[in-house]
Nanobody
């Protein structure tokens, strides 16, 4: 089990940028898949981006080209750089750590609120 703490959320105008951070309590190398998810009230939690221990990434179509996920194993931290933000990006963003896609849901952080104004 790992504790995850997200930070970096806030209020930003459309077109602006934010960088989210996810600090883990242990070495994240053993978690092959680190990811960011988001959820708005009344909606299901959706995948935003994932990154493997080898550095392979994938993104939701809605954020591809605007968001970049990265990981720093030495710092036990995962980042989500968000550029060209849109009002529809408004959500609570959650960090997730799992050992594999078939290893259960993994561990979650408490979330950080991102609000994009028009």
């Amino acid at each position: 089990q790992v504790q995850l703490v997200e930070s970096g959320g806030g209020l930003v105008q459309a077109g602006g940028s934010l960088r989210l951070s996810c600090a883990a309590s242990t070495n994240i190398f053993k978690f092959n898949i680190m990811g960011w998810y988001r959820q708005s009230p009344g909606d299901q939690r959706e995948l935003v981006a994932t990154i493997t221990s080898g550095g392979d990434t994938n993104y939701a179509d809605s954020v591809k080209g605007r968001f970049t996920i990265s990981r720093d194993n030495a710092k036990n931290t995962v980042y989500l750089q968000m550029n060209s933000l849109k009002p529809e990006d408004t959500a609570v963003y959650y960090c997730n750590a799992r050992r594999g896609w078939f290893s259960g849901g993994g561990d979650w952080g408490q979330g950080t609120q991102v609000t994009v104004s028009s």
